[in-house]
């Protein structure tokens, strides 16, 4: 197999779409505060801004404003209840990305590892 041969069989294993996307998830979660939001929110469930900042010792605007990044990447969503904004998780986004990542993890055709592996919460 040449070169080419071998780049076109990576690219059609791991689509560019997924590629990119995942490139820019990670940029963001590289940030920590970022990654202590994001954590925070899967461990808490929907909260405001003023809650996060509370719990996490951060400034406000600076959490707004990594709020309105991990929401422009579809990270976070959000949902309101009068003049309170709820940020959370964006969970289908999430198991997709994460069924996509160890699927692409497989070794061979015979390996199944989704089969082997389970994610569950604890203590919620």
Known sequence: ???????????????????????KILKL????????IMLYLAKEGPCTVSEIVEALDLVQSTTSHHLSLLRAA?????SRDGKNVFYD???PMWKEMGLQF??????????????????KMIGK
């Not at 690219?11 to 996307?21: A, G, L, M, R």
């Not at 579809?74 to 959000?78: A, F, Q």
Request: hydrophobic fraction near 40%.
């Open 102 to 119: 160890f699927k692409y993890l497989q070794k061979g055709d015979k390996i199944d590892l989704l089969g082997k592996f389970v994610v």
């Open 74 to 78: 579809d990270l976070v969503i959000t």
């Open 29 to 36: 979660l590289s940030e920590e505060s970022r990654l202590r």
């Open 89 to 91: 998780i964006n969970e």
């Open 1 to 23: 197999m040449n070169k080419s041969d071998a780049k076109r069989n990576f690219q059609e294993f791991f689509p560019e779409v997924y590629i990119k996307k995942s490139v």
